[in-house]
């Protein structure tokens, strides 16, 4: 039993965030299993951290584990900074031993970041994913986990075999799914321009009829749409995913960026998801997320790190960018956190069990020092996004267990 005296900032929805001051969580086994103010409190056991606000741990919707030691390398467009700078560091994942020490320093990264759930996109490996997988087993990591798919217009080193590709993803898939409850398999194609139809088409049934998630790359840059209208003559990107059986409820497209009406409502009818990528989008000059015209429209949207074209793994640092990085449309810091969060995880079908800080729900949650003077209060929440390198992460617990 942990019982932990700290001040709360909990989501309850994309326009509220409640403040708690002297509370005690209480923790058993991987489970809160009661929230009681310092005064209400029976028991003389402790652990004091008065001076830090507690958050639950966040969730990163969209993050490159492979491309984690390329963080900032820079060149102004998508096209050529794969080719530049993301493939060839791919291609390093091809040994299972490299692949295994980024596993490890990725994931202890992501601990360090506050990141206690992500979505993750390996290199094109079966060992490199697989690796992916043990590493995150041995350090309670949890994630959806998938091997990038890619059989056409992929250097040499990277390209797979259509057959190839997916019956390493099924048998990755049938190695994983049910086998931890943190961990499942996401089928991963990494993106039409370096996919074939077939292998989209066949991953797509063979995802829907087995309840599988699926990630990709949607509408992220203007040459790249260019480039998947002229590979599969169709009007639009959102249409080629359509066709090829890729949009599903539980689908998640990073990016969507220059989408039309028609595209947004295919994905609408679908009940597709989205990772909001703002950091990304403007390192590599992608163009603004539509985020007024898709909450307008009601799509499920959460953030992703986007890591490497992310600089960072910080999702407090990606929440501030969710604002800075819309112009006239002000995002509320109770947004910003509720798309780290609750609002994820509902997304993802998980609200019951992680996303806020409630009795019965995992015991996974964050404890940040606050600066000299700091007094905590309901502004708390809007300071600690705004200039979070002063905030340190103290504490990270998963499942009821200190992991930093």
């Known amino acids: 039993m942990r019982n932990i005296l700290c001040n709360i900032i909990n989501p309850l929805s994309d326009q509220q965030a409640e403040f708690l001051p002297n509370q005690i969580i209480s923790i058993e086994a991987d489970k809160i299993i ?33 491309q984690y030691r390329m963080r900032g390398k820079f060149e102004p467009a998508l096209l050529p900074w794969l080719e530049k700078h993301v493939f060839p560091e791919e291609a390093r994942s091809a040994d299972q031993s490299y692949a295994t020490e980024l596993a490890r320093m990725f994931y202890k990264a992501l601990y360090q970041a506050g990141t206690t759930f992500a979505v993750i996109y390996t290199a094109p490996f079966e060992s490199a994913c697989e690796a992916a997988f043990r590493v995150a087993a041995e350090m309670g990591v949890k994630a959806l986990i998938g091997m990038t798919m890619m059989d056409m217009n992929t250097p040499v080193a990277l390209l797979q075999d259509s057959q190839q590709s997916l019956g390493t993803s099924i048998g990755l898939f049938e190695r994983w799914h049910g086998q931890k409850p943190d961990l499942d398999y996401i ?49 639009s990107y959102t249409e ?62 959460g953030l992703g790190s986007d890591v490497g074209a992310g600089t960072t793994l910080s999702m407090l640092y990606h929440a501030k960018q969710m604002n800075y990085r819309q112009g006239l449309f002000p995002v509320s810091p109770a947004k910003a956190l509720y798309h780290i969060t609750l609002g994820s995880a509902k997304l993802l079908g998980m609200e019951n069990q992680i996303g806020s800080l409630q009795p019965g729900k995992a015991a996974d949650l964050l404890l940040f020092s606050t600066p000299p003077g700091f007094d905590p209060g309901p502004d708390s929440l809007s300071q600690l996004i705004f200039f979070a390198s002063e905030f340190p992460v103290e504490e990270v617990i998963v499942n009821g267990k200190s992991r930093l």
Not at 34 to 63: M, Q, W
Request: one cysteine or more; hydrophobic letters at 40%; glycine letters at 6%.
């Open 187 to 235: 089928f991963t194609p990494r993106f039409a321009p370096t996919c074939s139809f077939e292998l989209m088409q066949r991953t797509g049934d063979y995802a829907t009829r087995h309840k599988a998630w699926i990630q990709t790359h949607l509408s992220e840059n203007t040459s790249e749409i260019a480039w998947v209208k002229e590979l599969f003559g169709s009007d």
């Open 34 to 66: 009661a929230i009681t103010p310092r005064k209400d409190f029976v028991g003389n056991e402790l652990e004091d951290y008065s001076h830090c606000l507690a958050l639950p741990g966040f969730i990163d919707l969209h993050v490159h584990l492979s």
């Open 240 to 301: 080629v995913y359509a066709e090829a059986g890729l949009l599903t409820e539980r689908s998640i497209f990073g990016h969507a960026i220059h989408l039309n009406d028609r595209e947004l409502g295919l994905l609408k009818a679908a009940n597709a998801k989205i990772a909001h990528c703002p950091d990304s989008n403007f390192f590599l000059k992608s163009g603004e997320f539509p985020l007024s015209r898709i909450e307008e429209i009601g799509l499920e949207y």
